[in-house]
């Protein structure tokens, strides 16, 4: 498992655990992470490479019902160098780079990390030394 670690400028300390991958299949955009599979359909890819948020869907629910309600977005960064994707409330990125690559055939898949902000360290106190 690799994890970076970085400080954004809001001045947050966030780690990127890679968790999983998106693959291209039949034109839109599967992402599977640890525990869920999500997809942006094919209409949805257009609209994310033209720079405007894509809904993301749940892949289960979309196979029961075609009507199914996004469960995320996914957009482009301010910085254009990746892709920032939101799936209940989960932060998930991926390298814009890969992504491309992926979508014109050059890769198979795309890594996804999850970020996770850091914690402060607390001060932990010292172990008491056993007395005889």
């Known amino acids: 498992m690799v994890k970076y670690t970085m400080t954004p400028t809001t001045n947050t300390e966030v780690k990127f655990e890679h968790i999983g991958a998106a693959r291209l299949y039949k034109g839109s955009v599967r992402i599977d992470v640890k525990t869920m599979q999500a997809v942006i359909p094919v209409s949805e890819v257009r609209r994310l490479e033209a720079h405007w948020p894509a809904p993301v869907y749940d892949i289960s629910d ?16 301010r910085s254009g160098k990746a892709v920032m994707i939101t799936i209940n409330n989960v932060q998930f990125v991926s390298p814009l780079a890969q ?3 992926m979508l014109k055939g050059e890769r198979k898949y795309a890594n996804v990390s999850m970020m996770c902000p850091v914690l402060p360290a607390t001060s932990t106190p010292k172990p008491a030394e056993a007395t005889a």
């Open 62 to 77: 979309v196979m029961k019902n075609t009507d199914a309600a996004p469960i995320g977005k996914a957009w482009i960064t």
């Open 99 to 101: 992504i491309k690559g």
